[in-house]
């Protein structure tokens, strides 16, 4: 079975950094966009970041982590990461890595394949 396996969370203070780390296994999935969602408790699910298989279309991000949140990919581990650097209370949620076919799919979370999510937590 396909399985995403997401690590990396935690709680943090403001303007402290941390790197998530999605781990793949049971199917290649070396031809397929992969990016990041979280989801707030009482809020909607919100794209984070992502790429296409590629990356040629270069890396996407939701308006409230530019700057501030970094996707990157290492294809022959079967593993994305997310590096959240200045994080905010805001940034607050449970946050799952995604795969699918297609850039536009994943932005718009049409997603074949969900990992079981990592907490994060920011507070003073």
């Known amino acids: 079975q396909v399985q995403l396996v997401e690590t990396g969370g935690g709680s943090v203070q403001p303007g402290e950094s941390l790197r998530l780390t999605c781990v793949s296994s049971?199917?290649?999935?070396?031809?397929?966009?992969m990016g990041w969602f979280r989801q707030a408790p009482g809020k909607e699910r919100e794209f984070v970041a992502g790429?296409?298989?590629?990356?040629?279309?270069?890396?996407y991000y939701g308006d409230s982590v530019k700057r501030r949140f970094s996707f990157s990919r290492d294809t022959s581990k079967n593993t994305v990461f997310l590096q959240m650097n200045d994080l905010k209370p805001d940034d607050t949620a449970v946050y799952f890595c995604?795969?699918?076919?297609?850039?536009?799919?994943?932005?718009?979370?049409?997603?074949?394949?969900w990992g079981q999510g990592t907490q994060v937590t920011v507070s003073s």
């Open positions: 049971g199917k290649d999935l070396s031809m397929y966009a």
């Open positions: 995604a795969a699918t076919l297609t850039i536009a799919d994943l932005r718009e979370g049409r997603i074949d394949y």
């Open positions: 790429a296409a298989w590629h990356g040629g279309g270069g890396n």
